[in-house]
């Protein structure tokens, strides 16, 4: 089974070099998206030794919440099932392996043909965010530079909201996801077909964030699709982000199902990833680069 990385950088070219270098094995490829906004060299450097196994994909502007997060995504589903991939995987360049790859991908062939995406159809009551999620989907979303702007608004009544296109009930998750290569070629084949959805999409707010959810909540797949992303996150109430993790974490780790986590920050905790290599992956710790 070949596993294709994609995976989603904004900073910290030392840490996404060691990332890359531990996802290698077998005949897996990472596909590697660097937002366009920083810049390019160091990645360049720190990953010299690993560009056979990484390829860099077109880079965006990939600012938290836009439309760039899902070109970049999609970017990578097209190289990943040109070249041949049979489960794909979104990672950011902050997430690192909990467990051996081996077991990962022991655990896919057991339930071969299962997505794993976190998924909730909106609207969300429980959610606190303006009706329930959809206002993300239903107003026409647009950003200039940092300022952020949403029809109709107070100023705009009058403008209607938006409906979903062909009638799809929408759906919500996070953007982190692991997916059969028939349900990647699905969403990519789907939106090929229908490219009135990628363009709904654009105006959308965390347009990544319900795309994918959408398509297969709304496909002859959805029975195959489990509520699990295979991944160990620490959410604070209220926050947009999720917690960095430090060696207090470690425990948890060990002891989590999650063949994943996210976020970690080797400038904050230099030797945790080394600590994670040794105890959970039991492999040696990889040198620095950059």
Partial sequence: MRLGWIVLAHRGSAQ???????????????????????????FAQALHSDRERVLLLPRRRSRWGTYGVLGATLDGMHAALQCGC????????????????????????????????LHWPLPAPDWSVP???????????????????????????FVAPRE?????????????????RE???????FLEANPEVIRFY???????????????LNSPLRTRVVQDDLRYVVWKQGESHPET?????????????AFLARKFDEQRDPGLLDLIDERLLGVSPLPATG
């Fill in 245 to 257: 993790l430090d060696s207090s974490h470690l425990k948890t780790l060990a002891l989590t199902p």
């Fill in 202 to 216: 654009r105006r959308a707010a965390l347009p990544a964030e319900s795309l994918f959810q959408t398509v297969l």
């Fill in 16 to 42: 996404v070099a060691r990332l890359a270098r531990r996802l290698q094995a077998r005949e897996d490829r990472t596909f590697l998206h660097i937002d366009k906004t920083i810049r390019l060299e160091p």
């Fill in 164 to 180: 979903m296109p062909l009638g799809l009930w929408p759906y919500a998750g996070p953007n982190w996801w692991c997916l059969p």
């Fill in 183 to 189: 349900a990647a070629r699905y969403v990519v084949s």
């Fill in 86 to 117: 049979d489960y794909l995987l979104v990672i950011s360049g902050q997430d690192y392996p909990i467990k051996p790859i081996e077991a990962l991908r022991d655990h896919l062939t057991a339930l071969e043909g299962a997505s794993f995406i």
């Fill in 131 to 157: 009706e329930g999620g959809l206002w993300r989907l239903n107003r026409r979303h647009y950003r200039f530079g940092r300022f952020h702007v949403h029809f109709p608004n107070r100023w705009t009544p």
